[in-house]
């Protein structure tokens, strides 16, 4: 069996999950090559297993160069391997076994790392995890690097996924669309949602940005948006400084949007630097829906 078809195969064992973004109309899993709806509409699976549920052609802001970057950050550098650590553990207590199997929604997943690092951190064969990203670079990728997670390229605004079909949504360090993410929430599903909080990546933030009023960052406003759609269980602070070396720092640098609208000399002597400490500063937000009363 290829991974086209082990992919396939993946999908047709929980295709209920799975609803037509086009037409909203369920799905089946045609000779282990497409996805197709009640009124025909097909989405293949690709040679590396993901399968692309866009309408329009969609590669999003991220290149090639800035995915490989964050797979070494995350994957070799390990800056986010405490992240990966508390978010597991935020898992395994607030889920505590309510649901199995569990079908966990990496919404806005990127290149796959942070879902691949979750899920190994659970060491849970009952939670089957899907990453879902609007740029078909980074949902390729995935595909090549990570074997077992069902990977597809979407919009956050129309995810193609039915209604309370997922237990978990994961949403680290990207945008949300919350009406989406409650409709795809079972019932006292968890949504647990990673964003910055003023000092993250600070060393990095403080050599790119040149006008002072950029430096400073608060996410109230995330905070208070999400404390608006969920009934937020925990907030976990979490901080931390680990030492990158030169290399790292490179792959710190093109890993970041931030360096888009940057200077070439503030890149290159930051860059030049033999290692330094990086701030890893965030809040987990931990959250189930609100009931109707
Ligand atoms: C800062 S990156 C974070 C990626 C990954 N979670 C990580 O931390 O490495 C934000 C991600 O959100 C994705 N994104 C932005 N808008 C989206 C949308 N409407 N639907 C799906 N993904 C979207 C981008 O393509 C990008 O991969
Ligand atoms: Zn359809």
């Known amino acids: 069996m290829n991974q086209k078809e082990r992919s396939a195969e993946a999908v047709s064992g929980i295709v209920d999950v799975f609803r037509c973004p086009l037409c909203n109309s369920p799905m089946k899993v045609f000779a282990l090559k497409s996805l197709i709806c009640s009124n025909s509409h097909t989405f293949d ?21 800035l995915f490989e970057a964050r797979r070494r950050i995350i994957m070799e550098s390990n800056l986010y391997t405490l992240l990966h650590e508390k978010v597991s553990e935020m898992l395994k207590k607030h889920l505590d076994g309510s649901y199995e199997p569990t ?57 193609p996924l039915s209604d309370q079909s997922c237990h978990v949504v994961l949403n680290c360090l990207s945008p949300a669309n919350y009406e989406e993410f409650k409709r795809i929430m079972a019932l006292n599903g968890l949504i647990v949602k990673v964003v910055p909080r003023s000092n993250y990546l600070k060393e990095l933030r403080e050599i790119l940005f040149t006008d ?28 931390y400084v680990k030492e990158l070396n030169q290399t790292e720092l490179i792959n710190l640098v093109q890993m970041s949007p931030l360096a888009w609208n940057s200077k070439k000399e503030q890149i290159e002597s930051f860059m030049n630097q033999d290692s330094v400490g990086i701030t890893v500063d965030l809040d987990i937000l931990v959250g189930v829906t609100k009931h109707m009363n």
């Open 45 to 65: 699976f690709s040679k590396q297993g993901y399968v692309n549920m866009m309408n329009r052609p969609s590669n999003g802001h991220y290149d090639k160069k």
């Open 212 to 239: 002072k009023n950029k430096k400073t960052y608060n996410n109230d406003e995330i905070v208070s948006l999400f404390k608006q759609h969920f009934h937020l269980e925990e907030n976990v602070k979490l901080s």
């Open 103 to 159: 079908v966990l929604l990496d919404a806005g997943c990127g290149e796959g790392s942070h879902l691949q690092k979750t899920l190994d951190e659970c060491k849970n064969d009952a939670i089957t995890g899907i990453g879902l990203d609007i740029s078909k670079e980074g949902i390729m990728m995935a595909a090549k690097n990570y074997k077992s997670p069902i990977w597809l390229v979407g919009d956050l605004a129309n995810i």
